[in-house]
């Protein structure tokens, strides 16, 4: 079963502050591809940041990048420079790359409060 | 370039009814996916469309069903509705390996 788990229920940190949202996940596939969702009071759930399994090299986009463990199964999200508009529900998430098996496995979400 | 499309916003059906939500993928996309979002909870994948067909399906009743067009764009249709089927229906569009999803349809069953 391939399942993703965030530990973290809530966090809340000063605005400016650097935070690391945590996440593992289970999968005996050794092609897929990990995620980070962002999903505001709004409720549209945005595409943060994405990582391919296979790659070595974490990926980064402005302030936010992940540190990816793949012997442990690991996939945090470091968030710095935070600002009040990251205030949200962050949710871990990955797809096996298998043709005609591409559902996004998700976990239960970390609330995320940027403190002014 | 228009995003992922979802209609309609909210919705309130009453249980036993049938409701039928819609879904326009973003421009280029030709893979449609479906999620459930209870309130708390994590998406959970109800079923995945590519060429008109139903590629997959998640841990979901056949009170589920769903329908891709040759445009592209999908349906959720939920039949005999259950006060459990309350919860935020999100669409997501790919062509790829990276799904990008639309704002959702809040039903709400009473």
């Known amino acids: 079963a391939q399942t993703v788990t965030q530990s973290q229920p809530e966090m809340s940190v000063q605005e400016a502050e650097t935070v690391t949202l945590s996440c593992t996940y289970d999968?005996?596939?050794?092609?897929?591809?990990l995620f980070w969702y962002k999903q505001p009071p709004s409720r549209q759930m945005i595409l943060v940041i994405r990582q391919e399994a296979y790659k070595q090299q974490n990926a980064t986009e402005n302030r936010f990048s992940v540190n990816f463990q793949k012997a442990a199964k690991s996939f945090s999200l470091k968030i710095s420079d935070s600002q009040l508009g990251d205030t949200a529900m962050y949710f871990c998430a990955f797809v096996v790359y298998v043709f005609g098996n591409e559902k996004l496995t998700f976990g239960t979400g970390t609330r995320l409060t940027i403190i002014p | 370039d228009a995003g992922v499309t979802q209609s309609p916003t909210h919705l309130i059906k009453t249980r036993g009814q049938q409701v039928t939500l819609r879904c326009s993928p973003k421009?280029?996309?030709?893979?449609v996916s479906w999620y459930q979002q209870a309130l708390g909870q994590g998406p959970q994948f109800i079923f995945q469309y590519y060429e008109e067909e139903e590629r997959q399906r998640g841990n979901f009743p056949d009170r589920f069903s769903g329908h891709q067009f040759p445009n592209y764009s999908s349906e959720l249709n939920v039949n005999a509705l259950l006060l459990g089927d309350s919860a935020l229906y999100l669409c997501?569009?790919?062509?790829?390996?990276?799904?990008?999803f639309g704002p959702g349809t809040r039903l709400t069953v009473l």
């Open positions: 999968t005996s596939e050794n092609n897929y591809y």
């Open positions: 997501a569009s790919s062509s790829a390996d990276t799904q990008y």
């Open positions: 421009s280029g996309h030709d893979t």
